[in-house]
């Protein structure tokens, strides 16, 4: 089993579209948790940590669940420039006494007109 | 201006040479990541630093070697070790632990 898991899509929806990704981590034990965004053939940009209460920035909105080792990102009122990879990352010790970041492999968003 | 530089941005390798890929940072952050990113794939950590004169082995790190004299300075040597080392190479920068990191502009290498 992967460590971090999601849906690599594609999803495509239209302009003003509700869309939400979900995304699983495998080690009980992960401290932090992130959603990264991706451009094509650009570097990984921070979007937003994920808090155990539920954390919104705008449009966007982050869920925590422990329990069920799941997280997830909403984005309401889709645009145009929010195509892009969506990247749930999950920090925790990977056995050393440093904090790592892990990777899921990304989900793809297109927005269409 | 203050962020995190990466060159060459685009470099080309022959087989059976060692490359050194750039990153400087100054956001003074202590700690400083090297990934590897391929087509259709997650970030896998290469190498990482959480203090000058001290880094650690990450998941891949086999046929890569790294130095860190500088705290604003952490250079990838890819070496003729590594078999296939065409992909994408990001650096990253942190305050370290488990709290988010911050990437620079990234290096795509090809080997010829």
């Known amino acids: 089993r992967k460590e971090v898991e999601q849906d690599p899509g594609p999803f495509n929806v239209p302009e003003g579209a509700t869309v939400a990704f979900n995304c699983t981590y495998s080690n009980s034990a992960s401290q932090s948790f992130f959603w990264y965004r991706q451009d094509c053939r650009k570097e990984p940009k921070l979007l937003m940590s994920v808090y155990s209460s539920g954390n919104e920035d705008g449009r966007f909105t982050a869920q925590l669940n422990r329990a069920s080792q799941y997280i997830s990102l909403l984005i309401r009122d889709s645009k145009l420039s929010d195509s892009a990879t969506y990247l749930c990352?999950?920090?925790?010790?990977?056995?050393?006494?440093?904090?790592?970041?892990?990777f899921g492999q990304g989900t793809i968003l297109t927005v269409h007109p | 201006d203050g962020g995190i530089t990466q060159s060459p941005k685009y470099l080309f390798r022959k087989e059976g040479q060692n490359v050194t890929l750039s990153c400087e940072q100054n956001l003074n952050h202590d700690a400083m990541y090297w990934y590897r990113q391929d087509p259709g794939q997650g970030l896998r950590l290469i190498y990482y630093s959480q203090i000058v004169n001290d880094f650690q082995k990450g998941d891949i790190a086999e046929g890569y070697s790294v130095s860190r004299e500088k705290k604003e300075s952490f250079p990838l040597t890819v070496t003729s070790a590594q078999k296939n080392p065409t992909a994408f190479y990001h650096c990253a920068t942190g305050t370290g632990g488990y709290r988010e990191q911050f990437f620079g502009p990234g290096t795509r290498l090809t080997v010829l």
């Open positions: 990352v999950v920090s925790w010790s990977g056995g050393t006494s440093y904090g790592k970041l892990t």
